[in-house]
């Protein structure tokens, strides 16, 4: 039974609204752009088949309408990271299960409904902290920068040890001074503030507000698998690892989301010789990159980038003249300070500055989570 | 020859294209398409379009017929574009092409102009591009 939130919740089960948790919006693309959040509906059903798998995992319920007829319906849900790292498991939902859900439905009109809630037979059986990421960090211990023998900052993990930098405390670029309200996506709580985010040319201003109007949905990243290149890789919830190889003064930067992507960065201001298809006439997603410290911050320079992606989280265009230095401080034992500088006379009017801080997630690898596992 | 001419140029365009999107500036890239005075009378049109960061260049047919673009404008308020060139037509004569669009389907990897065309003479119609997308 289909019912819309403004007239059926007073025939909701009990047990909905006994058990029903609200789950936080992570996805692998912005709900919004799939979903009409603006509305919600409810759905009651059986279970037919879940489907446990990045970037969403899906239930499919069977649901018997007023006239008796049966719909199949899709249930999306947060990633199968995400809701592992809550404690659900494959198993968790069964075929034969009886579940309701609420949310938004697909915006074209197709059988498909993003679950903010979903429960079953009075227990709740879909959970997702809104406050799940803090719950990760809890108990790591205070510790000042680790260092190499050498003196030198660490900003992988030290032997013996696991873990990556994740948690971005910005989501978007965002010029250091300017507040501006905004989710994890990137998107505007308010279309007035774009001009706020970056000193934009007037074309590239537009650009933003159209994408951020049309709630990102044209994001390649999303559509096409295109990298998240730039300072994109370190807006993504499944985080980053340095792999630092001293004795051949590189280090690779990895990722966890996009395709499974990595970057080379030479630390003794090499370039990337040999790089095919490295030059201005036929630029890369990672651009080229030299890289120096300067005492105990990284700074990266990186230049002839395509067209070919967004470089930001919530749609800020780039040009081909973009040119990125990229600064990377670990502060303590748990935090990386990223600070980039985008000049762009093709899309901005000045340089600018944009400062966030990532968080150490000791004991654990980079999740698999790979764009390729995407589905429609 | 007509047949011909195109082929060079389709097989010209296929070492030019960037083997990817393009999301920065809405008209950088290679636009292919047509114009002419009604259904039944098209003219090839490829146009290479380029942003500086101050202006707006291009090139029209790239090859023995190439010509550059005079004037190109984009009103971003309204995506509007204005166009100004000359270009041969499918029998090689030259046409002052005044041209008046809008883009469409901005967000997507094959957004598309269509407008319409006026030359001095007094002719006009419409024309169509669409931006082409790597693999």
């Known amino acids: 039974m289909l019912v819309p939130a403004s007239v059926g919740l007073p025939r909701l089960l009990p047990c909905l609204l006994l058990a029903a948790l609200p789950l936080a919006a992570q996805a692998h ?30 239930v499919y319920i069977n649901v018997t309408g007023g006239d008796g007829e049966i719909v199949n319906w899709a249930l999306e849900l947060p990633s199968r990271v995400e809701l592992e790292w809550s404690g659900w498991r494959p198993e968790t939902l069964a075929p034969g299960m009886e579940v309701s859900a609420s949310g938004p439905l697909a915006r074209n009109g197709t059988h498909q409904l993003w679950a903010n809630t979903l429960a079953s037979g009075g227990d709740a059986v879909f959970t997702l902290p809104d406050d799940l990421e803090t719950q990760r960090l809890a108990g790591r211990a205070d510790a000042p920068t680790p260092r190499w023998p050498d003196g030198l900052p660490r900003l992988g993990p030290a032997p013996g040890e696991t873990g990556y930098w994740t948690l971005p405390s910005q989501h978007s670029l965002l010029e250091d001074g300017q507040t501006v309200a905004m989710d994890e996506y990137g998107l505007l709580a308010n279309l007035d503030d774009a001009a ?13 507000r159209f994408r951020q109007a049309n709630q990102l949905r044209d994001d390649p990243m999303y559509l096409y698998c295109v990298p998240p290149a730039g ?32 970057r080379l960065l030479y630390t003794d201001g090499r370039e990337q010789i040999g790089q095919i298809s490295g030059t201005d006439d036929n630029p890369l997603f990672f651009g080229n990159s030299t890289a ?24 800020l265009p780039h040009t081909k003249q973009l040119k990125l230095t990229e600064r990377f401080t670990r502060l303590d034992q748990n935090t990386l300070r990223y ?20 968080q150490w997630l000791p004991g654990e690898e980079l999740p698999e989570y790979y764009c390729q596992d995407n589905r429609p | 020859m ?4 195109i082929a060079t140029l389709a097989l010209l365009l296929g ?16 636009w292919l398409g047509d114009w002419g005075p009604d259904a039944s009378t098209r003219h090839f049109l490829i146009l290479i379009m380029d942003w500086d960061g101050q202006a707006i260049t291009g090139s029209a047919n790239p090859g023995p017929d190439a010509t550059p673009i005079d004037t190109l404008t984009l009103d971003s308020s309204d995506w509007s574009v204005n166009i100004d060139m ?18 469409n389907d901005l967000g997507s990897q094959t957004r598309n102009i269509t407008g319409t065309w006026s030359d001095d003479e007094g002719h006009n119609g419409s024309f169509r591009l669409e931006r082409q997308s790597g693999p």
Not at chain 1, 203 to 208: P, Q, R
Not at chain 1, 236 to 259: I, T
Not at chain 2, 86 to 103: A, L, M, N, R
């Open chain 2, 86 to 103: 000359t270009v041969k037509d499918s029998q090689s004569q030259p046409v002052h092409f005044k041209g008046e669009g809008t883009i």
């Open chain 1, 339 to 358: 600070a980039v500088t985008v000049d762009d006379p093709g899309a901005y009017t000045r340089p600018w500055t944009s400062t966030w801080d990532m």
């Open chain 1, 29 to 58: 693309h912005p709900i919004a752009a799939k979903f009409d959040v603006t509305s919600s509906s409810t759905l009651q059903g059986r279970v037919t088949a879940v489907d446990w798998s990045n970037p969403h995992v899906h």
């Open chain 2, 2 to 5: 007509k047949k011909y001419t």
């Open chain 1, 231 to 262: 300072p994109r890789q370190f807006q993504q919830l499944f985080g980053v690892q340095f792999m630092e190889e001293k004795a051949r003064q590189r280090l690779f930067l990895l990722f966890s989301g996009g395709g499974g992507n990595w």
């Open chain 1, 292 to 315: 120096h410290w300067d005492n105990d911050t990284l700074v990266v320079e990186t230049s002839r980038f395509n067209e070919g992606f967004w470089f930001s989280n919530g749609g």
């Open chain 1, 196 to 208: 706020k985010v970056a000193p934009f040319q007037g074309w590239a201003l537009d650009l933003y």
């Open chain 2, 15 to 30: 070492f030019t294209t960037p083997a990817f999107a393009q999301q920065g500036h809405p008209l950088a890239g290679t």
